[in-house]
């Protein structure tokens, strides 16, 4: 073969080389570069504009951190049960890793009342007779997985308190449920969520147009995994639970937001909750 020509193969060549090594640096680094930052088959973009639903409910959760904010509020007025403990306090810490998974923070609330004794003893019903239930059977406790936390604060005299419990028992789906207690302390009356409402001067159909179309959302959503085969809960539209009037679990939050909650926990086997802020 002509020496010239040689050369000329060998140029052509090494110039197709280099073109290559330019294409794949293109590819890894500018092309990671373009709208959206689609790294891995990731569109960071939608990864960091959070559904707004998704985070009212984190943030709730977020509130369950097993402590009362009293916000300087001057409880002298107000009857203890235990007069040197604040008026919600932690009456049950537990933490059980060896033979199960338990992590319990159980409060009470520290107010003599008929009706906050009725919230007490729906509290030891549900969570810490479930608890008891738990640590009398070894074996039980080795499959189950159990964590119980609360919130409470004070807004405008009413004492709100949240409780939520996660529970998951050997082959059952896991659950989460939620009790909540509203009491106006300078009265000394049960508050429901009409009060608030009342006292609010919030607009009953705004609310209830707000309920109706995040739960419809909440559903669409759900029915959107279910088509990819994925079991889901799915919620009655129709049902009259989603009436704000009808609302039985509600807070009011550090800053007086007002959630309602729609735990689908506390008659079924699901961890499925919705969270409305208003």
Not at 210 to 233: F, H, T
């Amino acid at each position: 073969m002509n020496k010239t020509v040689r050369y000329m193969i060998y140029a052509i060549i090494t110039v197709v080389c280099i073109l290559a090594i330019f294409a794949g640096v293109y590819v890894v680094v500018f092309k990671n570069q373009t709208v959206g930052n689609v790294t891995n088959g990731q569109d960071e973009t939608n990864t960091s504009t959070e559904d707004p639903q998704f985070q009212v409910k984190n943030e709730f959760k977020e509130l369950f951190q097993n402590y009362f904010v009293a916000s300087n509020y001057k409880a002298t007025n107000i009857k203890k049960l235990i007069e040197d403990k604040d008026l919600v306090y932690e009456d049950i810490t537990y933490k059980e890793t060896q033979n199960g998974n338990l992590d319990l923070h159980i409060p009470v609330i520290n107010i003599q009342s008929e009706i906050i004794d009725r919230y007490n003893k729906t509290t030891q019903s549900i969570f810490v007779e479930k608890a008891n239930e738990i640590l009398q059977d070894k074996e039980v406790m080795k499959n189950t997985i159990y964590s119980v936390s609360f919130t409470s604060y004070i807004n405008n005299d009413i004492l709100s308190v949240a409780i939520m419990a996660n529970l998951k028992e050997g082959q059952k789906a896991q659950k989460t449920m939620l009790q909540t207690y509203n009491y106006n302390l300078l009265t000394g009356e049960e508050v429901t969520i009409n009060d608030i409402i009342k006292s609010r001067g919030l607009d009953v159909n705004v609310i209830n147009k707000k309920i109706a179309d995040e739960v419809k959302k909440a559903n669409d959503d759900a029915l959107g995994i279910a088509s990819s085969g994925y079991e889901v809960y799915k919620r009655d539209l129709n049902s009259d639970i989603y009436k704000v009037q009808n609302g039985a679990i509600f807070i009011q939050g550090p800053n007086g937001e007002l959630y309602i909650v729609y735990p689908y926990g506390n008659v079924e086997y699901t961890t499925e909750m919705d969270v409305i802020q208003i």
